[in-house]
C-alpha cells in the first residue's frame, strides 16, 4: 500500500470523524436535491402555463363566432382575437432556469403594434425575483465552493496546529504526497458529490444524452477543480486555519459577489442601451399620434412598405380598420432604430460579460450553464425574434382580408398562423465558458505547485 | 570511523538570531549523545537540521553519510523523532496513530505487534484502542516512542522525551534506550534532564547559546560533578 493511499484512507477516518463536516456535506446533498426539485417544478409550472395558453386563444375564438355569427370584419377580429407566442423551455431549463423567471416566457399578441406587446409581462414581486433561483446550477455555482472551503481551509494548517505535523514529516514522506492525498480525497468527495448531484438532476429533468452532457459534467467539474486549486494555493501560503478560512471566504466574496457586480456596472456603463420604458412610451405616442395625422400621409408611409396594398381604395370614411392597423405598423417602425440599439445592446452586454467571464470563474460557470440550458438572454431575444416573425405572419395573414376587404369567416380560424419557438441551447459561449474554467484551474495549479516548490513545508 | 551522524560546521541563522554558531559532532552507532543547555541554546535548531525541517545557513548535517539537506527524505528511513510533546490524530485511538505512522515510515504491522511495541513503550493494554483525545500527555509520549521503536531507526533524535513522564515511565524509558542503543542505534537527545543524561548517555555536550562549548564522556564524571560542569557553564 503507497504512502498516498494510506493518507487516502486516513483522510477518510478524519472525515468521518469530523461530525461537522459530515452534516455540512449532507446538508449540501439535501439542498442540492431541492435545487433539482425547485428546478423542475417551476420548469413543470411553466411548461403547465404554456399548454394551456392554446386553450385561452380557442377560448377567444369561441367568444368571437359568438359575437359574429357571419362573416366579419378582419378587422374587428384582429382587434379582439387574441394569440400567444410560446416560449418552450428544453429539459435543460430544470437545471439552470437563468433568467426565465425574470423574462416572460410567453407574450400575448393581437394585431396592434408590436413593441408594446413584446415588453408587456406578468406583475411579479419583485422580492421574490431578487432572491433569484434555488435550481441546481445556483447550489453549484454559490454553495459548492462554501462546501469546498469548509472541507478545506484547514487542509495543512491543522495537522500543524494539532502538532502532529513534525512527526508525519519526521517519516520518509514528501509533504507533496501529503498535500496531494488531502486534496485528492476533498476532490473525490466534492466532485463525487457535484457530478453525482448533475447526474440526478440531468436524469429527473430526463435531458436527451448528447454531447450536451459531458460539457455540463466539464464545466461542473472544472468549476468545482478551480475552486479546490484556489484551496491548494492557500494551503500552500502556509497560515494558519483562521487565515486560511478568512482569505477563502475574501475569495469567495469577491469572485462570486464583487467581480460580477463590478462587472455589470462597468458593462452598462461601456455599452448603454435606451430604457425600455422610453421606448414604449415612443411607440405608445407614435401611435396616438396616429389618429391625429392625415389619413393620406399615414396610408402613403405604409404604402411605401406594403406596395402591393397601394392600389386599395382610398379611405374616405371617417375610422377604417386598414388605416387603424397601418398606424400601429407605422408605431412600431418609429421605434425600430430604438428597439434595435435596445436588443444590440443587451446582446453586445451579455457577450462583453461572457468574453470577460476568465475574471469571475463563477461568473463563467453561470453564464455557460445557462447558455447550454438555453435559459439566458440569447435565448430569449431568439424569443422574442421568432415573437416578431410571427406576429409578421399575423399582419401578412390579415392584411389581404383588411386591404382586399374579403370577409372573415369563421373557416378562417384554422388557417391563423400558430407560434412554436423551444429554447436553442449557445454551445459556443458554454465552450467559450470551459475555456475559461481550464485556464482558471491551469492557474490557480500552477501558482499552487511553484508555492509548494519554492516553501518548505513548515511543520510547526 | 564511519559515523552515523555528524555534523560538518553547522550554522544557522534566523533574521534576528544566530542559533548555531558552527556545530561540529560526530556520533557513532550504539552511543547516547545527550544535549544539555538552557532554553534558547540551540538544542531544538540541532534536531530541526539534523530532521531537515530546516536548512543550515553554513556547513552540514549527515545522517549514515548522506547530506541531510540534499536527501531530506532518504535520511528519514534512517531516523525517528520524539518531540517534547507528542501530539497526535485525537479522533484515532493509540494503535491507529501508530499504525499511520509505521505504515507512512514503511512497516504494515499486524495489530498485536502494534499492541507489542505499546506495550514496550509503557502504554497499558486497556488504553491502546481508546481515543487518543483522552489520553495523558505521558501516554501520548508512550506513543510516540512506541512509533520510534517501531520504526527500527539508526538514529533517535529526541527533543526532551522524558518531559511530562512520571519517574516510573522515565526509569522504563532510559531501559529502553539503553536496549536500543545495545542493538546499535545511536541516539542524539536534547534535555535539561543531567540525571537522565548521566545515566543514559554515553557523552553529554553542554551548548551555550548556540556554541557546543564542552563534551565529556559521562564515565568521567559524576552526577554532582555533571551538574556543577553545567552551572559553570550557564553563569
Known amino acids: 500500500m503507497s504512502q498516498f493511499s494510506i493518507l487516502l484512507h486516513y483522510e477518510w477516518r478524519h472525515f468521518r470523524a469530523a461530525r461537522g463536516l459530515v452534516l455540512l456535506t449532507s446538508l449540501l446533498l439535501v439542498v442540492g436535491l431541492y435545487g433539482i426539485y425547485y428546478g423542475t417544478t417551476e420548469v413543470a409550472r411553466q411548461r403547465r402555463h404554456l399548454a394551456e395558453l392554446p386553450a385561452l386563444t380557442r377560448h377567444s375564438e369561441a367568444e368571437l363566432r359568438r359575437k359574429f355569427a357571419g362573416p366579419a370584419d378582419a378587422g374587428e377580429i384582429g382587434y379582439y382575437h387574441y394569440t400567444f407566442a410560446r416560449h418552450q423551455p428544453s429539459p435543460w431549463a430544470s437545471l439552470a432556469l437563468g433568467q426565465r423567471d425574470v423574462n416572460p416566457y410567453y407574450l400575448k399578441l393581437r394585431l396592434l403594434g408590436l413593441q408594446g406587446q413584446l415588453y408587456a409581462s406578468e406583475n411579479v414581486n419583485p422580492t421574490k425575483v431578487l432572491s433569484g433561483n434555488f435550481d441546481l446550477a445556483f447550489v453549484l455555482v454559490y454553495l459548492f465552493p462554501l462546501l469546498i472551503i469548509a472541507l478545506c481551509f484547514n487542509m495543512l494548517s491543522h495537522e500543524r496546529e494539532l502538532g502532529i505535523l513534525p512527526l508525519l514529516l519526521a517519516q520518509p514522506l514528501r509533504p507533496g504526497v501529503l498535500v496531494a492525498a488531502k486534496l485528492t480525497f476533498r476532490g473525490g468527495l466534492v466532485l463525487g458529490l457535484a457530478l453525482g448531484l448533475s447526474a440526478v438532476g440531468l436524469a429527473w429533468a430526463g435531458v436527451p444524452l448528447d454531447g450536451r452532457v459531458a460539457l455540463w459534467l466539464a464545466l461542473v467539474g472544472l468549476y468545482c477543480l478551480f475552486w479546490l486549486g484556489v484551496a491548494l494555493v492557500v494551503a500552500a501560503w502556509q497560515r494558519s486555519s483562521a487565515v486560511n478560512a478568512v482569505a477563502l471566504l475574501g475569495a469567495w466574496l469577491l469572485l462570486l459577489v464583487l467581480v460580477p457586480s463590478l462587472l455589470q456596472v462597468c458593462v452598462a456603463a461601456a455599452h448603454p442601451v435606451p430604457q425600455g420604458l422610453a421606448l414604449t412610451m415612443q411607440q405608445r405616442e407614435a401611435i396616438h399620434g396616429g389618429w391625429d395625422r392625415p389619413k393620406t400621409a399615414t396610408m402613403t408611409r405604409f404604402f411605401a412598405r406594403y406596395p402591393q396594398y397601394r392600389d386599395t381604395a382610398t379611405i374616405r370614411e371617417r375610422f377604417a380598420w386598414r388605416w387603424y392597423y397601418a398606424f400601429q405598423y407605422l408605431g412600431d417602425q418609429s421605434v425600430a432604430p430604438l428597439a434595435a440599439a435596445y436588443t444590440q445592446g443587451q446582446q453586445q452586454r451579455h457577450a462583453l460579460v461572457a468574453h470577460l467571464g476568465w475574471l469571475s470563474p463563477a461568473l463563467s460557470a453561470q453564464t455557460s450553464l445557462n447558455a447550454l440550458a438555453g435559459t439566458d438572454l440569447p435565448a430569449h431575444l431568439a424569443f422574442q425574434r421568432s415573437a416578431t416573425r410571427y406576429h409578421d405572419a399575423l399582419r401578412a395573414f390579415y392584411y389581404p382580408f383588411l386591404f382586399k376587404k374579403i370577409p372573415f369567416t369563421h373557416a378562417d380560424y384554422a388557417r391563423l398562423p400558430t407560434h412554436a419557438f423551444a429554447s436553442p441551447a449557445d454551445l459556443g459561449t458554454a465552450a467559450r465558458g470551459l475555456w475559461q474554467l481550464l485556464g482558471g484551474v491551469g492557474a490557480v495549479y500552477l501558482l499552487g505547485w511553484a508555492l509548494l516548490r519554492g516553501r518548505a513545508v513548515a511543520p510547526r | ?235
Open chain 2, 1 to 235: 570511523m564511519s559515523y552515523i551522524l555528524e555534523a560538518k560546521d553547522l550554522r544557522k541563522q534566523y533574521p534576528d538570531k544566530l542559533a548555531l554558531k558552527g556545530l561540529n559532532l560526530q556520533l557513532a552507532p550504539g552511543e547516547v549523545f545527550c544535549l544539555l543547555g538552557q532554553n534558547g541554546a540551540g538544542k531544538s535548531t540541532t534536531i530541526n537540521l539534523f530532521l531537515g525541517f530546516i536548512e543550515p545557513t553554513a556547513g552540514a548535517a549527515f545522517i549514515n553519510g548522506l547530506e541531510v539537506a540534499s536527501n531530506a527524505l532518504k535520511i528519514k528511513q534512517y531516523l525517528a523523532y520524539i518531540p517534547e510533546n507528542v501530539l497526535l490524530y485525537p479522533h484515532l485511538t493509540g494503535l491507529e496513530n501508530l499504525s499511520l505512522l509505521s505504515s507512512l515510515a514503511g512497516f504494515k504491522y499486524r495489530e498485536s505487534e502494534l499492541r507489542d511495541y505499546l506495550g514496550q513503550a509503557g502504554l497499558p493494554a486497556e488504553a491502546m484502542a481508546r481515543r487518543v483525545g483522552t489520553y495523558s500527555k505521558g501516554m501520548r509520549q508512550k506513543v510516540g516512542i512506541a512509533s520510534a521503536v517501531a520504526k527500527h531507526a539508526q538514529v533517535l533524535l529526541l527533543d526532551e522525551p522524558t518531559s511530562g513522564l512520571d519517574p516510573k515511565a522515565s526509569n522504563e524509558f532510559s531501559e529502553l534506550l539503553r536496549q536500543l542503543s545495545g542493538q546499535g542505534t545511536a541516539v542524539f537527545m536534547a534535555t535539561h534532564d543531567i540525571f537522565r543524561a548521566k545515566e543514559v548517555g554515553t557523552r553529554v555536550g553542554i551548548m551555550r547559546e548556540g556554541e557546543l562549548v564542552d563534551v565529556r564522556p559521562t564515565t568521567a564524571l559524576n552526577t554532582n560533578e555533571l551538574e556543577q560542569l553545567y552551572l559553570t557553564y550557564m553563569q
